[in-house]
């Protein structure tokens, strides 16, 4: 949608937890199981040629599919966020990891804003090590930024990294400079270009 503002949206989202922590206090978890039990029973509903039909989402009409694909995308990344505040070696699944890095495009999507400044296209790539490798490239440009399969132009910086490192990065979990500075993700190229990836991100 043409009038989507992002930055808005996430605030909204920010702000509607708030009011749900304020509102059910230490009974947050015993309110979100009826809710996460609706929605599973919604998704059960959903009848075979129904899948690809368009519903609503606020940056813009998704298929129901997608809509799916993100709610467990979600669920996944949030229960990272529970577990990893009390068990430091928590770490996401293969399988979770494996799903995430099929939702990446959208995190990406959100995780950086439009900037005039850039002049010429900027080509992040983008080599994740297994057990699901993938090679891929983050490009921005002025007004958008999306992944695209690696392909014979030339990137400015190469990162290589773990799939868990990967999709931490991508949703904002882990921030580009602190994971090249744990030494998970490392890279190769223009110095100045890798920076300037963590000073654009603003998280997924």
């Known amino acids: 949608m043409a009038d989507h503002d992002e930055d808005r949206f996430a605030e909204d989202i920010f702000q509607r937890a708030l009011s749900n922590r ?3 206090g230490e009974n947050l978890l015993e309110s979100f199981i009826p809710r996460l039990d609706e929605s599973v029973q919604v998704f059960n509903n959903v009848g075979p040629d ?4 368009p519903c609503y989402w606020p940056p ?5 599919r997608v809509l799916l694909d ?3 995308a979600e669920l996944t990344m949030h229960a990272w966020d529970i577990r990893s505040t009390t068990d430091t070696g928590y770490h996401l699944s293969d399988d979770s990891v494996g799903v995430l890095m099929q939702t990446v495009d959208r995190a990406v999507r959100r995780a950086f804003r439009p ?3 850039i002049q010429q296209p900027i080509r992040y790539r983008f080599n994740v090590i297994g057990p ?3 090679a891929c490239d983050i490009v921005m440009t002025n007004q958008r930024t999306h992944i695209e399969p690696c392909n014979a132009q ?5 990162f290589r990294c773990d799939g868990e490192t990967y999709v931490l990065v991508m949703y904002g979990r882990l921030s580009p400079d602190d994971a090249m500075a744990q030494g998970r993700l490392t890279f190769q190229g223009d110095t100045e270009l890798a920076e300037s990836f963590g000073r ?3 998280g997924g």
């Open 22 to 24: 304020e509102q059910h």
């Open 50 to 53: 129904d899948w690809n039909k």
């Open 60 to 64: 813009g009409p998704e298929p129901v």
């Open 70 to 72: 993100m709610r467990i």
């Open 115 to 117: 900037d005039e400044g």
């Open 132 to 134: 699901y490798e993938a």
């Open 154 to 158: 030339s990137a400015g910086v190469t």
């Open 200 to 202: 654009r991100f603003k």
